[in-house]
DNA sequence: ATGAAAGCGCTAACAG
DNA sequence: CTGTTAGCGCTTTCAT
């Protein structure tokens, strides 16, 4: 069933058919009508290769991600998909599991398929392997890292906004011995946050030697907490680089029979869904995944738009805010401390 | 850049680039050579839209779920992708979020970008909407649900061996107030599991009237283990339909500063990543999301691979197993109760 | 306003 | 073994 039988059942030529459902403004209401029985009456539905391939665009835009599995992401794919099917476009879909193979294969899936444009979320990316991308003129949007070049759009996010808030959060709640435990220093983006913790503690004062490095994972948290305690003692509240070191912490407190927030105040950053659902809820600096999913989107539906005119590559901005849930309290006095031991088991 | 440009630098013919790019094995080595310098050179890729176009496969599966954000999913996007990318196939990925238009769209979408095969993995979607497929005879691949007709496979699931496994092992800690949280009972799996359930009580005869329903969200475990415990007293021992209910009980019972596992044993079901990032641990009965992603991969490609002969609807089977983890302990003793009250903050 | 026909980039007969 | 050529299903001039 193609364009050419619909075109005989409704006698008109394959052209009409195709303005008709194309949405031609200048085809003789009749004869749209008559076409859409027919397409409506067999169940018709053009075919996106055939269409791409005259038209040269294929109306799909690819999405990089370092790994689906990361809570990071499914809420930005959620909103890509819900954005893509209001605009009828499709996703690519790829992850590079922090494997350069993957990468170059990732690109080479893009630039196979033909896609209209590639969001690239993975914080970090050889560079080189865009090359391709760069040079077939796809258009392009960074998170953090992409260099100026036209049809390329950056997200530059706002880290110390909310950095600052949770900073003086902690402090406002009387904590003074605050730890941080970083990402790894590698990502930009990592590096980013520890230096916001930096300029935000010495804005209001507070001594900064209780830094530790984690990798952004769980255990990451977890050993991060136990080095903490090893090297410095017990801080009263931890600051974390992202929220699944958070979630590191919060259980090995749970190890150590530390009460959070009452013993230990932690916060987290990206406010993954996650987060919300741990005991106790997390209080994170939220860096909002469909907002973020929401300009990588608009980029590219911006640059599509203007391919042809060459144009400067395009700012777009992404602030960080606090959201206050129940893993901070007031500091601990001398005389909280070990009330009611906690024997789990 | 097209395979007529690679023809011409290669001088040979385009039948000639086409045939070295496909690796037919009757290609002049020499000439196989030359074509995949120039190849390399110029950074040619393959027009799979014009290649769609002509050979009739997309080399596109597509993969339809309720939602990505509900934990059960990324892992299973994550390994269905890694398939595909082994196997050099794309996935068109799309999600219901249990709105009826979306669905209707989801599957316009696999029509309209001509895909080769789909995984409905949401549990529970309009019969009437997949006509279309079915019509064009598109190979489908259910989880639980699917109908016996040809080009149609079938993943079965056995909760009973891992909920009974739940329920034994509950017994083997002295449990007898053993409750159970059910899923949304309109949906076959969150039927199936409570009959495992009762079916497992009854082989040892322990009495079930325990029963609560929840909706398989966490909002839903925290007013189950509310319920249960205002109609019934409090259980010693909680299996739940899914994990995200567990996390709901584990969050309930922290507000209500009953310690898990010492005073209540919870156990999940399905094992999402989560579960093992919960405090405590959440033990559970796992359903591998890789195991399933497997399953339905390879039931497509069977699929493509015969699709001319006309064979039986086939089936596979994916099983259920207790994972021990920290949340379920003895049965407490009436000694136990209370004898370390916590306050939090 | 409608139709005829060219052609998007590729593969697969069919000849040679 | 290689080249020529006819389409795959659609959009889009160019005539009418």
């Known amino acids: 069933m193609d364009i050419r039988e619909i075109a005989r059942r409704a006698k008109v030529s394959t052209a009409t058919v195709s303005r008709a459902i194309n949405r031609v403004p200048t085809v003789d209401p009749q004869l749209s009508k008559r076409v859409w029985r027919v397409v409506e009456e067999l169940g018709y539905f053009p075919n996106t290769q055939a269409r791409a391939l005259v038209s040269g ?4 835009f690819g999405l990089i991600v370092s790994e689906i599995t990361n809570p990071f992401f499914p809420e ?3 909103t890509f998909e819900n954005l893509a099917v209001e605009n009828n476009y499709e996703i690519l879909l790829t992850s590079t599991v922090h494997d ?20 690239i979320l993975t914080f970090g990316m050889e560079e080189s392997l865009l090359q391709h991308l760069r040079f077939r003129q796809v258009p392009l949007v960074f998170v953090d890292v992409g260099p100026d070049t036209p049809h390329v759009a950056n997200i530059r996010i706002d880290y110390l906004s909310g950095i600052r808030q949770a900073v003086q959060h902690l402090a406002a709640l009387r904590h003074t011995r605050i730890a941080f435990i970083t990402g790894p220093l590698r990502l930009k983006s990592a590096l980013a946050r520890k230096t916001a913790f930096l ?53 090995e407190a749970f190890e150590r029979d530390i009460r959070i927030p009452s013993e230990l105040s932690v916060i987290g950053f ?6 919300q659902f741990t005991t106790p809820p997390l209080t994170t600096v939220q860096m909002s995944q469909t907002e973020l999913a929401r300009l990588a989107f608009q980029a590219l539906m911006n640059e599509v738009g203007q391919m042809s005119e060459d144009h400067q590559a395009s700012e777009y901005r992404l602030t960080t805010n606090l959201i206050l849930r129940r893993s901070t309290a007031l500091a601990p006095t001398t005389s909280d401390r070990k009330k009611a031991p906690r024997k789990p088991v």
């Open 100 to 119: 350069p193979r993957r990468m170059e294969l990732s690109v080479r899936r893009m630039i196979e398929r033909r896609v209209d444009g590639v969001a």
């Open 76 to 78: 930005i794919v959620q």
């Open 270 to 275: 990206d406010d993954i869904r996650l987060a």
């Open 57 to 60: 665009r294929s109306r799909i």
């Open 199 to 251: 300029q935000s503690m010495s804005e209001i004062g507070i001594p900064t030697n209780l830094i530790t490095e984690g990798d952004h994972t769980m255990e990451g948290g977890m050993s991060a907490l136990t080095k903490l305690i090893a090297v410095h003692g017990r801080p009263t509240a931890i600051l974390c680089s992202n929220d699944m070191t958070a979630i590191g912490v919060l259980r």
